[in-house]
């Protein structure tokens, strides 16, 4: 019996080196730490190569770990994967549909080799969206309805936990709209799900929490609204007819000030009053002061070293060891 437990996923401490004859040994998970609680979205981000994949097909048996301790609905795996496997629903690889059979033959077709009950099919038709086009054959699929196809399958045993690897990879914003949709869709039924991304946009809005890696270590994690909180700088553009002479008295009252074309920007802002206060106190008379908040996007081009550089053309999985070890 699995028991019902805060966190649906936990790993502590991860390692994976994979051993090539000619490459030499290759770090791709680095002591990973990694939860995830029930009933959320997670999103388990990080640039290309940072070690996603790798993590995920470790917690489901398919890679042998160097070392680490993870489990998942509370029990600790590999062991106990035979007991744990009928409540989670994976897609690791890009699955491979017969595109003569139709969404609804092949769904069957998967519920009869898994032991599910006919009537599921139905169920998981109805919950991806694909009811309407159930009869048509797979290859006149769209993308995003092969994705949807893919989810359906891996919910005919009714997870608990729901983990798709790049499930938006491919998708026109459309269908990652749709993806999402289905996602929250999911949770509102019980269903914890963990996805991995490179693209950030649709996380953000999706996630209820993330994980970020870089280079195989997590650099950042919990709750989005925190993540983006901590990478907040107190940055506030302000807008004031003479830009030069406000610049000069903020900086006399200790602020930190930047002059753009047509605008200031203050950094390290803790009070935006005191900005609003200190000018008019000199006659001057701000007509725009806005906050910048971080998004997740530019926390993660951050934290994983990924922004572009002038003249530096990073290569695939070369995701910057700048916060190497201590960010945790
Ligand atoms: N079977 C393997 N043998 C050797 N190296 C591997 C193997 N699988 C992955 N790697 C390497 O391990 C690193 C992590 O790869 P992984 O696929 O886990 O990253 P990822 O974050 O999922 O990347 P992506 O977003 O591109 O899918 C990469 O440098 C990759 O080249």
Known sequence: MVSRVDAVLEING????????????????????????????????GPNGSGKTTTLRT???????????????????????PEVAGHIGAIVEAPRFFGNFSGRR?????????????????????????????????????????????????????????????????????????MRDLMRGL???????VLSSHILGEVQQIC????????????????????LRAQDKGEFLIRVA???????????????ITTERDHLMARGVADPAIITETLAAHKMWISELTPQRPDLESVFLQLTGTVPEPGVTRQVGESAAAFGHGAK
């Open 14 to 45: 991860l390692r994976k080196t994979y051993r090539s004859a000619f490459k030499g040994p290759h770090r791709a998970v680095d002591g990973l730490d990694m939860r995830v609680e029930q009933g959320q979205i997670h999103g388990f981000l």
């Open 59 to 81: 917690l489901l048996g398919l890679v042998r770990p160097n070392s680490g301790r993870m489990t998942l609905l509370g029990r600790e795996v590999p062991s106990a994967l």
């Open 106 to 178: 092949t769904l069957r077709i998967l519920a009869r080799a898994g032991g599910v009950r006919r009537a599921r099919v139905e169920e998981v038709l109805e919950l991806v969206g694909l009811r309407d086009r159930a009869g048509d054959r797979v290859k006149t699929y769209s993308l995003g309805m092969k994705q949807r196809l893919a989810v359906a399958s891996a919910l005919l045993k009714a997870p608990r936990l729901l983990i798709l690897d790049e499930p938006a990879n491919g998708l026109d914003p459309a269908g990652i709209r749709e």
């Open 187 to 193: 949770v509102e039924h019980g269903t914890t799900v």
């Open 208 to 227: 209820d929490s993330v994980t970020i890696i870089s280079r195989g270590r997590r650099v950042a994690h919990g709750a989005v609204d925190s993540v």
């Open 242 to 256: 003479d830009h030069e002479r406000a610049a000069q008295t903020l900086r006399h009252a200790g602020f930190q």
